[in-house]
Nanobody
């Protein structure tokens, strides 16, 4: 089982990045896929998630700037991040939730700096 996160990197404030999270080897249906982030010295926090019915949820600080989407056929989730701010700098992690357990991918670092 593997969750492969990609798309991190450095970007200037106001810029955009698109993160991808590809799940493989998960036999059960994935009910929900989501993104979390952890900034230096802070706790991991939920950023956004998307359920199997397409419903989404975002933390307030990213609403209107981030968009989560999912390609169920590919078991892949995406996080389009626009108008990035320095406070968005963090390691971003994706997860996938089934009825049996939650799977986590490795983090991908997003640095927003001028």
């Amino acid at each position: 089982v593997q969750l492969q996160a990609s798309g991190g990197g450095s970007v200037q404030p106001g810029g955009s990045r698109r993160l991808s999270c590809a799940a493989s080897g998960i036999r059960r249906n994935i009910n929900r896929m989501g993104w979390y982030r952890q900034a230096p010295g802070k706790q991991r926090e939920s950023v956004a998630y998307i359920a199997s019915d397409g419903s989404t949820n975002y933390r307030d600080s990213v609403k209107g700037r981030f968009t989560i989407s999912r390609d169920s056929a590919k078991n892949t989730a995406y996080l389009q991040m626009n108008n990035l701010k320095p406070e968005d700098t963090a390691v971003y992690y994706c997860n996938a939730i089934t009825t049996a357990r939650t799977y986590w991918g490795q983090g991908t670092l997003v640095t927003v700096s001028s």
